[in-house]
Each structure stands twice: as structure tokens, then as C-alpha cells.
């Protein structure tokens, strides 16, 4: 199982980035993924999961109406889009997969992509 993730980078407040997530040694388009992200203020904060048709998703209140998560099962590529962007959204940003017991426990995680948002 592998997950790459790629897209992160600075931007500045009110700005827009989309991730991506790109998945191999399994079958992609069988299982839920999710966004999980890293922040210095929050510590590992789940973000967004999308079920493996695409057509159900979830998200935190603190980016409900901002982050769009979608996949492209044919290419095996997760995404995030990220729009209206707040410093608070600064931090690491991993794809995950197979949530375990505890929260943000999961066992499979990308190397995760940085995002600061800063003016």
C-alpha cells in the first residue's frame, strides 16, 4: 500500500490550493479514504473522508463550506480542494486509510504534503 501525496505549498489567506493523493498496491476505487491533517494548534485533526463510490462525503466543521474532497477512481488519485484558505489551515496534510480504534489512527498514511497559509 502506498500513498503520495503532492500540491501543498504557501499561499495567502483567502487563497486556494487542491491537493492530491495518489494511491497504488491496492484497490483504490474498494476503500474510504480520508484527509487528516497536522497543525501546530491542534495537533492530528481529522479533515474529510470520501467513500469509495465518491458519491458520500464528510468533513469537519472547521472546513465544512471551504474543502471539497473528490477521488477519480480511474487514475487512483484522491483530491482536496481547499478554497478560502485561513492561517489556522496551516499544517501537514496526510491521506490515510483503514481507520483504527482510537481517533486519527489509521494504518496506512501517505508522507503528507505541507500547506502554510500565510500573508
Known amino acids: 500500500v502506498q500513498l503520495v501525496e503532492s500540491g501543498g505549498g504557501l499561499v495567502q489567506p483567502g487563497g486556494s490550493l487542491r491537493l492530491s493523493c495518489t494511491a497504488s498496491?491496492?484497490?483504490?476505487?474498494?476503500?474510504?479514504i480520508s484527509w487528516v491533517r497536522h497543525t501546530p494548534a491542534k495537533g492530528l485533526e481529522w479533515v474529510s473522508d470520501?467513500?469509495?463510490?465518491?458519491?458520500?462525503?464528510f468533513y469537519a466543521d472547521s472546513v465544512k463550506g471551504r474543502f471539497t474532497v473528490s477521488r477519480d477512481n480511474a487514475r487512483n488519485t484522491l483530491y482536496l480542494q481547499m478554497n478560502s484558505l485561513k492561517p489556522e489551515d496551516t499544517g501537514t496534510y496526510y491521506c490515510?486509510?483503514?481507520?483504527?480504534?482510537?481517533?486519527?489512527?489509521?494504518?496506512?498514511w501517505g508522507q503528507g504534503t505541507q500547506v502554510t497559509v500565510s500573508p
Open positions: 490515510a486509510r483503514d481507520p483504527g480504534p482510537s481517533p486519527n489512527e489509521y494504518n496506512y
Open positions: 498496491g491496492f484497490t483504490f476505487s474498494a476503500y474510504t
Open positions: 470520501i467513500n469509495p463510490g465518491g458519491d458520500k462525503t
